[in-house]
């Protein structure tokens, strides 16, 4: 059966990752932190949570290789109803609230250039289109996943280069520390700003909701989750000291379309109109990463339970096309009836708690002895799950104290996974009986 390779793999990590968060979250950090060392900070500090968080995970994929992400993790260590509860949060909120705000972020972009076109049709067509197209092959997939990946990185340096070479005299920016930086580093606004930047790193994980489907997973899911998330994590420091250096603080604070409130100030409207549709054609990639993994736990889950058998099922070409369609359909109904900011931070605390108990889930995982001889572990064990338990832990805290509205959905939507779990669990045990 033909397989995923390696490049595939890093491309939907990279383009995971790469997408909705380093394009819109500066506005929002910018309301509460205005030190140009400590914003610079959050994207380290979210850097390196989210390589600890990979380096963890590519332990726990490497000896429990199957598809599913979290689904897998918990359902094998702890137990079947906090796998499915993970499953049904990766599959309701985990990529179907992603890539609803990677497509309302496109079309954001694509109105700031075309004023006349309608902000919800083009990231409704957007998502039509390639959930269309990931139900072909897996060929045609990572041909895709591939191309446009590459072109996204390709055109962030290009946005870089053009902004440095042909720009405005740069922002009096000063990216040293100053007096009080240390303070605002712990700060509640840190706290809060850091769940926008967690958000921008989401996708680190990607690799291994295909991991049945990547070639050799032993032995290149490791090299897969650090090499992307590396690239990511070099990508969003260029691109946040660019925004930053390019344009005054006053006209980002608040705004989605900061590429291209950046572009106009830097080289001009006309110029600055080019960017802006050329960072909406970069988010392609990532509604088309997370519409090729995403319904591969809404398989998993599938095979494991009837009564989402269907969502199991492949089609002629062995690609799960029904998960892929019904993901594609939870996306437009986001898109229809939430607003971007309240989807934005509610999937940010559900996939938080997902993400904590998954990277607790590698004490465990040794703790009973379950580990492959000879597959990777966690390089510099036990501190880099402790510093992604930590800063996870401090981000969801604060969630609830300053977005109280947003946390408790969060926590009905883990209440109703319990509850479906509860139902299915009935159904399979009521037709085993008969």
């Known amino acids: ?56 995970y590519a332990e726990l994929g490497a000896n429990l290789p199957r598809s599913g992400g979290e689904y ?22 985990g990529f179907a609230a992603p890539v609803a705000l990677a497509a309302m972020t496109f079309s954001a972009y694509l109105s700031a250039v075309f004023p006349g076109i309608p902000k919800t049709f083009p990231a409704v067509m957007l998502v039509v ?14 041909a895709i996943q591939q191309a446009f990946t590459a072109l996204k990185v390709l055109l962030i340096i290009l946005f870089c280069a053009v902004i440095f070479i042909w720009g405005e005299t740069p922002q009096a920016a000063n990216f040293l520390p100053q007096t009080g930086d240390g303070g605002r580093l712990f700060s ?15 996708g680190w994980n990607a690799a291994t909701y295909v991991t049945s489907e990547l070639d050799n997973p032993q032995r290149n899911l490791p090299i897969v989750l650090f090499v992307g998330t590396a690239v990511v994590m070099m990508l969003y420091l260029l691109l946040n000291f660019t925004f930053l ?61 009837k009564a989402f058998a269907p969502l199991a099922r492949n089609n002629s070409n062995g690609v799960p096309s029904r998960a892929i369609i ?36 590698v004490f465990v995982l ?50 109703v996974g319990a509850i479906m779990y509860y139902c299915s669990n009935r159904t399979e045990q009521t037709s085993l009986i008969k």
């Open 1 to 56: 059966m033909q397989s995923f390779s390696r490049t595939t793999g890093i491309s939907v990590v990279v383009a995971n990752m790469v997408g909705t968060g380093v394009f819109t979250s500066l506005g929002f950090q910018l309301l509460g932190i205005q030190s140009y060392f400590v914003l610079m900070m959050l994207w380290f500090v979210g850097g390196v949570t989210a390589l600890c968080g990979a380096l963890t």
């Open 72 to 93: 897998n993790f918990l359902s094998r260590l702890y137990h079947p109803s906090a796998g499915f509860i993970s499953g049904w949060i990766s599959a309701t909120v």
């Open 129 to 142: 289109f390639l959930t269309a197209t990931h139900c072909l092959s897996r060929r045609t997939s990572s």
């Open 188 to 202: 509640g606004a840190f706290a809060v700003s850091l769940i926008y930047v967690n958000y921008a790193y989401t």
């Open 245 to 305: 250096s390019a344009a005054p603080i006053s006209i980002l604070e608040g705004n989605i379309e900061v590429g291209v409130i950046v572009a106009d100030h830097a080289i001009g409207a006309h110029a600055g109109k080019a960017m802006g549709a050329v960072l909406a054609l970069l988010l392609v990639s990532t509604v088309s990463a997370m519409t090729m993994a995403g319904p591969r736990v809404l398989q998993v889950i599938g095979e494991d339970f």
């Open 326 to 361: 019904f993901q594609g359909g939870l996306a437009v109904l986001f898109m229809l009836s939430a607003t971007f900011e309240s989807v934005l931070v509610f999937s940010s605390f559900v996939l938080g708690i997902n993400t904590l108990f998954s990277v607790l889930g």
């Open 366 to 415: 040794r703790w009973r002895n379950m580990n492959i001889e000879g597959a990777y572990k966690t390089f510099a064990y036990p501190f880099a799950p402790l510093i992604y338990l930590a800063v996870t832990l401090w981000t969801l805290v604060y969630v609830l104290i300053s977005r109280p509205q947003e946390g408790w959905i969060g926590v009905a939507m883990i209440g």
